[in-house]
């Protein structure tokens, strides 16, 4: 109990100083924006508190259970990059009795980048199934959250986990039990996954690790990621503009508070929230999978625009529902993830 007595204290008085400082010197601001402000601040400032219980809760680890078709279990990544230490857990899913070689899928789970987890409901079955159906090995990779860790860790963990994969294929670490096509490499998330996808694919396809080079613990030349095939961006947080992201939800403005950092200015941050760079050229085909309501469909539509006006081969497929839509059980869903497979099989 007197491990949260400090914290209390300390977002009483910062909440209490936001209220008195938004009443007198703005005005100007309306009473609705001020009153969300403190909301947003209120819920960014205690969430950290409770994030790792909620994250339990609504999350719990599901030890891997294989089945008659699918081969399960969890691996440690090394972390390559940065002098962090945490663990890079990711699930493998490997299908059963399949001769020829197979693809390769990385999986980057949703949650706003505080929450979720590829080892744990819904991604546990929905990961399942994308290994049974499409005869492909799935990793669902288990990347560092916020507040914990911030911006731009989990895209170290990504590019790791990547680095890894490429590893295993040429038999430097753990083999998989099936034979990999390195030929067939699908980089796939939903939401604040899709966003560290844009990414990895980016760094991926140009050799350019940007602000990750400054960090890495070993040569850049001696991890070449293998050749991404397919980028699959279910709902990415992408905002067109700057002021567009500002005006969105509460519950954005939570999640970017708690999850950006001092490298927001960094040209891979914008890139991805904001959809402004110019390195677009030729990216990895694209399939954007996109809900009628979410609250990123312009952002995602800008972002379509521009890979397809520079070149890259963009697919965008839109569903109703809401947003996070995806990882819901209704026909929408359903239908958005049976394209996938079906998308996955015809690489």
Wanted: proline letters at 4%.
């Amino acid at each position: 109990m007197t491990n949260y007595v400090v914290p209390v204290i300390y977002s009483s008085v910062a909440i209490i100083s936001l209220i008195v400082g938004l009443f007198l010197i703005e005005p100007q601001t309306s009473v609705e924006t001020k009153l969300q402000r403190i909301v947003c601040f209120c819920i960014t400032k205690t969430l950290p508190l409770v994030a790792k219980r909620l994250q339990a809760h609504y999350y719990p680890i599901i030890p891997p259970k294989s089945n008659s078709n699918v081969l399960k279990y969890d691996i440690l990544v090394p972390d390559i990059v940065h002098q962090m230490k945490h663990d890079i857990v990711a699930r493998v899913f490997e299908p059963r009795g399949v001769k020829e070689p197979v693809k390769i899928i990385l999986y980057f789970h949703g949650g706003s980048n505080v929450m979720g987890s590829a080892r744990s409901e819904p991604y546990e079955s929905i990961l399942t199934e994308l290994c049974q159906e499409t005869k492909s090995i799935v990793i669902g990779v288990d990347y560092a959250l916020a507040p914990d860790y911030r911006f731009p860790i989990a895209i170290y963990d990504a590019y790791s986990t990547l680095a890894y994969v490429n590893r295993i294929y040429q038999k430097k670490d753990h083999a998989f039990t099936a034979r990999v096509d390195s030929s067939k490499v699908v980089l796939a998330g939903d939401e604040a996954g899709a966003s560290i996808v844009i990414a990895l694919a980016r760094i991926a396809k140009t050799k350019q690790l940007m602000y990750l080079e400054r960090y890495m613990r070993t040569e850049v030349g001696n991890v070449v990621p293998l050749n991404i095939t397919l980028q699959v961006l279910i709902e990415p947080d992408i905002i067109e503009t700057t002021k567009d992201y500002l005006n969105t939800s509460m519950r954005l403005q939570v999640t970017r508070n708690l999850y950006q950092s001092r490298f927001v200015e960094n040209p891979m941050y914008q890139a991805i929230r904001y959809a402004q760079d110019s390195q677009y050229i030729n990216l990895s085909d694209t399939v954007i999978m996109q809900s009628g309501n979410g609250l990123f469909r312009n952002g995602t539509e800008h972002y379509a625009g521009l890979l397809s006006q520079n070149g890259t081969k963009v697919t965008l497929k839109r569903y109703q529902g809401e947003q996070n839509f995806f990882v819901s059980d209704t026909k929408s869903a359903r239908q958005a993830r049976r394209d996938l497979i079906e998308i996955i099989k015809n690489i």
